[in-house]
T-cell receptor, first 113, second 119 residues
Protein backbone atom coordinates (compact mmCIF):
# COMPACT_ATOMS: atom_id res chain seq x y z
CA UNK A 1 0.00 0.00 0.00
CA UNK A 2 1.32 3.43 -0.90
CA UNK A 3 2.03 5.82 1.94
CA UNK A 4 -0.23 8.46 0.43
CA UNK A 5 -2.85 7.59 -2.17
CA UNK A 6 -4.88 9.87 -4.36
CA UNK A 7 -7.14 9.38 -7.33
CA UNK A 8 -5.02 10.75 -10.19
CA UNK A 9 -8.07 11.89 -12.13
CA UNK A 10 -8.33 13.73 -14.39
CA UNK A 11 -11.34 15.58 -13.05
CA UNK A 12 -12.98 17.73 -15.70
CA UNK A 13 -15.45 20.01 -14.00
CA UNK A 14 -17.59 22.87 -15.35
CA UNK A 15 -16.87 26.32 -14.05
CA UNK A 16 -18.89 27.12 -10.94
CA UNK A 17 -19.28 23.51 -9.86
CA UNK A 18 -18.14 22.00 -6.59
CA UNK A 19 -15.44 19.36 -6.65
CA UNK A 20 -14.03 17.16 -3.89
CA UNK A 21 -10.83 15.19 -3.63
CA UNK A 22 -9.94 12.51 -1.14
CA UNK A 23 -6.59 11.20 -0.06
CA UNK A 24 -5.69 8.30 2.22
CA UNK A 25 -2.53 7.75 4.19
CA UNK A 26 -1.11 4.56 5.62
CA UNK A 27 0.87 5.73 8.64
CA UNK A 28 -1.50 6.23 11.55
CA UNK A 29 1.22 8.13 13.43
CA UNK A 30 1.37 10.87 10.79
CA UNK A 31 1.43 14.25 12.40
CA UNK A 32 0.58 16.95 9.91
CA UNK A 33 -1.17 17.21 6.61
CA UNK A 34 -1.28 19.63 3.72
CA UNK A 35 -2.76 20.26 0.34
CA UNK A 36 -0.37 21.69 -2.22
CA UNK A 37 -1.16 22.95 -5.68
CA UNK A 38 1.18 22.37 -8.59
CA UNK A 39 0.77 24.06 -11.94
CA UNK A 40 2.21 22.45 -15.03
CA UNK A 41 6.03 22.45 -15.00
CA UNK A 42 6.14 24.54 -11.82
CA UNK A 43 7.04 23.92 -8.22
CA UNK A 44 4.35 22.97 -5.68
CA UNK A 45 2.87 25.74 -3.57
CA UNK A 46 1.00 25.40 -0.32
CA UNK A 47 -2.76 25.66 -0.69
CA UNK A 48 -3.65 24.96 2.91
CA UNK A 49 -2.72 23.00 5.98
CA UNK A 50 -5.25 20.48 7.23
CA UNK A 51 -6.28 20.52 10.87
CA UNK A 52 -8.17 17.94 12.87
CA UNK A 53 -11.06 20.30 13.36
CA UNK A 54 -11.29 21.03 9.67
CA UNK A 55 -10.50 24.38 8.17
CA UNK A 56 -11.81 26.67 5.50
CA UNK A 57 -10.12 29.31 3.38
CA UNK A 58 -12.51 31.08 1.07
CA UNK A 59 -13.84 28.56 -1.44
CA UNK A 60 -11.59 25.81 -0.12
CA UNK A 61 -12.39 23.47 2.76
CA UNK A 62 -10.06 20.80 4.08
CA UNK A 63 -10.93 18.04 6.50
CA UNK A 64 -9.01 15.33 8.29
CA UNK A 65 -10.41 12.05 9.52
CA UNK A 66 -7.76 10.40 11.66
CA UNK A 67 -9.85 7.32 12.45
CA UNK A 68 -10.22 6.49 8.76
CA UNK A 69 -6.89 8.03 7.81
CA UNK A 70 -8.13 10.23 5.03
CA UNK A 71 -7.97 13.87 4.09
CA UNK A 72 -10.36 15.72 1.86
CA UNK A 73 -10.35 18.95 -0.11
CA UNK A 74 -13.53 20.63 -1.27
CA UNK A 75 -13.51 23.43 -3.82
CA UNK A 76 -16.71 25.42 -4.19
CA UNK A 77 -17.68 27.72 -7.08
CA UNK A 78 -14.71 26.50 -9.08
CA UNK A 79 -12.83 28.99 -11.27
CA UNK A 80 -10.82 28.46 -14.42
CA UNK A 81 -7.74 29.40 -12.42
CA UNK A 82 -8.30 26.41 -10.14
CA UNK A 83 -7.09 24.12 -12.94
CA UNK A 84 -3.97 22.46 -11.57
CA UNK A 85 -2.72 19.30 -9.93
CA UNK A 86 -3.56 19.04 -6.25
CA UNK A 87 -1.07 17.19 -4.10
CA UNK A 88 -1.95 15.54 -0.83
CA UNK A 89 1.08 15.82 1.46
CA UNK A 90 1.67 14.07 4.76
CA UNK A 91 4.34 14.50 7.37
CA UNK A 92 4.80 11.03 8.80
CA UNK A 93 6.73 12.40 11.76
CA UNK A 94 10.08 10.72 11.38
CA UNK A 95 11.78 9.90 14.69
CA UNK A 96 14.93 11.80 13.74
CA UNK A 97 12.93 14.98 13.45
CA UNK A 98 13.83 15.64 9.84
CA UNK A 99 10.19 16.29 9.07
CA UNK A 100 10.26 14.67 5.65
CA UNK A 101 7.11 15.07 3.63
CA UNK A 102 5.46 12.32 1.64
CA UNK A 103 3.57 13.32 -1.49
CA UNK A 104 0.63 11.70 -3.17
CA UNK A 105 0.72 11.37 -6.94
CA UNK A 106 -1.62 14.32 -7.28
CA UNK A 107 -5.09 14.78 -8.69
CA UNK A 108 -5.33 16.61 -11.96
CA UNK A 109 -8.22 19.09 -12.11
CA UNK A 110 -9.37 20.92 -15.22
CA UNK A 111 -12.12 23.51 -14.98
CA UNK A 112 -14.10 23.77 -18.18
CA UNK A 113 -15.58 27.13 -19.25
CA UNK B 1 7.78 35.32 3.55
CA UNK B 2 10.42 32.65 3.29
CA UNK B 3 11.74 32.00 -0.18
CA UNK B 4 13.81 29.22 -1.61
CA UNK B 5 15.71 29.96 -4.78
CA UNK B 6 16.94 27.24 -7.11
CA UNK B 7 18.99 27.46 -10.24
CA UNK B 8 19.48 26.80 -13.01
CA UNK B 9 15.84 26.46 -13.99
CA UNK B 10 16.70 24.50 -17.07
CA UNK B 11 19.80 22.70 -18.24
CA UNK B 12 20.63 20.53 -21.20
CA UNK B 13 23.80 18.51 -20.96
CA UNK B 14 25.58 15.78 -22.83
CA UNK B 15 25.55 12.24 -21.58
CA UNK B 16 28.49 11.57 -19.31
CA UNK B 17 28.87 15.11 -18.01
CA UNK B 18 28.03 16.41 -14.54
CA UNK B 19 25.48 19.02 -13.61
CA UNK B 20 25.30 21.06 -10.42
CA UNK B 21 22.05 22.45 -9.10
CA UNK B 22 21.97 25.06 -6.33
CA UNK B 23 19.29 25.63 -3.74
CA UNK B 24 19.35 28.68 -1.48
CA UNK B 25 17.16 29.78 1.38
CA UNK B 26 16.97 33.55 0.94
CA UNK B 27 15.70 34.92 4.23
CA UNK B 28 15.98 32.07 6.68
CA UNK B 29 18.50 29.48 7.71
CA UNK B 30 17.87 25.89 6.76
CA UNK B 31 19.80 23.20 8.59
CA UNK B 32 17.90 20.67 6.52
CA UNK B 33 16.93 20.79 2.89
CA UNK B 34 15.22 18.14 0.79
CA UNK B 35 15.86 17.12 -2.79
CA UNK B 36 13.06 15.66 -4.86
CA UNK B 37 12.77 14.30 -8.36
CA UNK B 38 9.61 14.32 -10.41
CA UNK B 39 9.10 12.39 -13.63
CA UNK B 40 6.28 13.38 -15.98
CA UNK B 41 2.82 12.71 -14.56
CA UNK B 42 4.31 11.27 -11.40
CA UNK B 43 4.59 12.44 -7.83
CA UNK B 44 7.53 14.13 -6.21
CA UNK B 45 9.87 11.46 -4.93
CA UNK B 46 12.24 12.32 -2.13
CA UNK B 47 15.81 11.55 -3.14
CA UNK B 48 17.76 12.71 -0.13
CA UNK B 49 17.82 14.91 2.92
CA UNK B 50 20.62 17.43 2.95
CA UNK B 51 22.04 18.17 6.41
CA UNK B 52 24.16 21.24 7.04
CA UNK B 53 27.64 20.25 8.14
CA UNK B 54 27.11 16.51 7.84
CA UNK B 55 26.45 13.81 5.32
CA UNK B 56 23.23 13.70 3.40
CA UNK B 57 20.71 10.96 4.06
CA UNK B 58 19.67 9.14 0.91
CA UNK B 59 16.41 7.35 0.28
CA UNK B 60 16.44 3.73 -0.67
CA UNK B 61 17.41 3.17 -4.28
CA UNK B 62 19.13 6.54 -4.73
CA UNK B 63 22.82 6.24 -5.55
CA UNK B 64 24.78 8.54 -3.28
CA UNK B 65 27.84 8.42 -5.52
CA UNK B 66 25.80 9.55 -8.48
CA UNK B 67 23.83 12.28 -6.76
CA UNK B 68 26.32 14.22 -4.69
CA UNK B 69 24.89 16.55 -2.10
CA UNK B 70 26.78 19.28 -0.31
CA UNK B 71 25.26 21.48 2.38
CA UNK B 72 28.20 23.62 3.41
CA UNK B 73 26.28 26.56 4.82
CA UNK B 74 22.94 27.24 6.46
CA UNK B 75 21.56 28.79 3.29
CA UNK B 76 22.96 26.68 0.47
CA UNK B 77 22.65 23.08 -0.61
CA UNK B 78 23.88 21.73 -3.92
CA UNK B 79 22.98 18.60 -5.83
CA UNK B 80 25.44 17.36 -8.44
CA UNK B 81 24.27 14.77 -10.92
CA UNK B 82 27.46 13.02 -11.93
CA UNK B 83 27.97 11.19 -15.21
CA UNK B 84 24.46 12.05 -16.27
CA UNK B 85 22.56 9.75 -18.59
CA UNK B 86 19.30 10.25 -20.49
CA UNK B 87 17.38 8.34 -17.82
CA UNK B 88 18.41 11.04 -15.33
CA UNK B 89 16.37 13.57 -17.29
CA UNK B 90 13.76 14.81 -14.86
CA UNK B 91 12.48 17.76 -12.85
CA UNK B 92 14.58 18.24 -9.72
CA UNK B 93 13.16 20.35 -6.89
CA UNK B 94 14.60 21.36 -3.55
CA UNK B 95 12.65 22.26 -0.47
CA UNK B 96 13.23 23.72 2.96
CA UNK B 97 11.12 24.61 5.95
CA UNK B 98 11.53 27.68 8.11
CA UNK B 99 11.40 26.49 11.72
CA UNK B 100 12.19 29.90 13.15
CA UNK B 101 8.73 30.25 14.64
CA UNK B 102 8.74 26.72 16.01
CA UNK B 103 5.43 25.68 14.51
CA UNK B 104 4.95 21.96 14.03
CA UNK B 105 3.17 22.22 10.71
CA UNK B 106 5.36 24.80 9.07
CA UNK B 107 4.93 25.20 5.34
CA UNK B 108 7.58 23.67 3.08
CA UNK B 109 8.92 26.14 0.55
CA UNK B 110 10.07 24.86 -2.79
CA UNK B 111 12.64 26.08 -5.22
CA UNK B 112 11.49 26.80 -8.73
CA UNK B 113 12.81 23.45 -9.89
CA UNK B 114 15.43 22.46 -12.43
CA UNK B 115 14.43 20.71 -15.61
CA UNK B 116 17.35 18.54 -16.60
CA UNK B 117 17.58 17.08 -20.07
CA UNK B 118 20.46 14.75 -20.83
CA UNK B 119 21.09 14.19 -24.51
Amino acid sequence: RKEVEQDPGPFNVPEGATVAFNCTYSNSASQSFFWYRQDCRKEPKLLMSVYSSGNEDGRFTAQLNRASQYISLLIRDSKLSDSATYLCVVNPGSPDGNEKLTFGTGTRLTIIP
Amino acid sequence: GAVVSQHPSRVICKSGTSVKIECRSLDFQATTMFWYRQFPKQSLMLMATSNEGSKATYEQGVEKDKFLINHASLTLSTLTVTSAHPEDSSFYICSARDWTGGATNTEAFFGQGTRLTVV
